[in-house]
């Protein structure tokens, strides 16, 4: 398994250029935003050579369905790995995961991937943006999809650790541990809520948004510093800690950055979305939260 869950673009393109294929990685283009779901009108107006578009909403999300398992539940597992063996996934190839959003979007591939099994998983650090800024080619328009090589990845889940609603609230109300809102601190101080049923956050929930992991270049902060920004809220190494967002994709970004950090963490798959939907569950406004262990 790689030493690092990112990958920068020099090491990309070296690995790119590997006259062995085996070593050479699977390069998954995962763009997506909150206004209209899935881009593959981006994908085909640039994308890095040799990359397959992923749809977050058909790859990696189960149907929503009546909503109470939030807007983007895990995907069936068999439905995952045919999605990712069409984008060439093999099971001991490298596997590079990207987008255009600082990797919020594309840290559902590299959580998944990683969920079921796989060993050698990085996401681009900054992304299609960092790629195109040091010069560094693409390509435009779809390819035959069925020119290209099916993988063999055959994994299954159950290799990163998650949260149900019953263990994210216990999680979130013992001083020792932490539980991650990483939306922004209008959504998580209630102030604003765009999308789902109630606006507010789990009780006891501490904030860090994804957004806070990233310098202005969309490239994560260096590991100590995110250490430390975690430390404040009460996300130590050892302890346990969990993370949530809207729909449970951005807070893959989340345990992402904890890993860089040394930190392991659970993610809530359902989320604020799944939370907010149940009435029986409360609800916490403003910057109350937990108290942070000291």
């Known amino acids: 398994m790689r030493g690092s869950p990112l990958i920068s673009v020099e090491e990309l393109a070296d690995a790119l250029a590997d006259p062995d294929r085996a070593r050479r990685p699977t390069v998954l283009d995962v763009r997506w935003d909150l206004g209209q779901g899935p881009r593959p009108d981006r994908y085909a107006a640039a994308h890095i050579p040799g990359a397959a578009f992923v749809d977050l909403d058909r790859a990696l999300a189960a149907p929503v369905g009546d909503g109470r398992r939030g807007r983007h539940p895990l995907p069936d597992p068999d439905t995952f790995v045919t999605a990712m063996r069409a984008a060439g996934v093999d099971s001991a190839r490298p596997v590079v995961v990207y987008d255009d959003a600082g ?90 809520e765009p999308i789902d049923p109630r606006a507010g956050h789990i009780p006891g929930a501490r904030h860090r948004s994804t957004r806070d992991n990233l310098d202005s270049e969309g490239r994560f902060l260096a590991p100590r510093a995110l250490a430390e920004a975690f430390a404040a809220v009460g996300a130590r190494i050892g302890a346990r800690v969990g993370a949530y967002c809207g729909s449970g994709v951005t807070a893959a970004h989340e345990v992402l950055a904890l890993e860089l950090a040394g930190i392991d963490a659970a993610l809530y798959p359902g989320s604020w979305s799944e939370w907010s939907s149940d009435p029986i569950r409360p609800v916490q406004t403003g910057d109350e939260a937990g108290p942070v262990a000291r």
């Open 103 to 192: 990797g919020t979007i594309a840290a559902r591939a590299w959580w998944l991937l990683r969920h079921h099994g796989h060993r050698d998983v990085a996401l681009l650090d900054g992304g299609l943006p960092a790629w195109t800024a040091a010069g560094r080619p693409t390509e435009s328009g779809v390819p035959d999809a069925a020119a290209r090589a099916p993988g063999d990845f055959d994994g299954t889940p159950g290799h990163m650790p998650t949260l149900d609603a019953d263990q994210a609230a216990a999680l979130a109300a013992d001083p020792s541990g932490a539980l991650l809102d990483a939306r922004q601190a209008d959504r998580y101080r209630g102030e604003s």
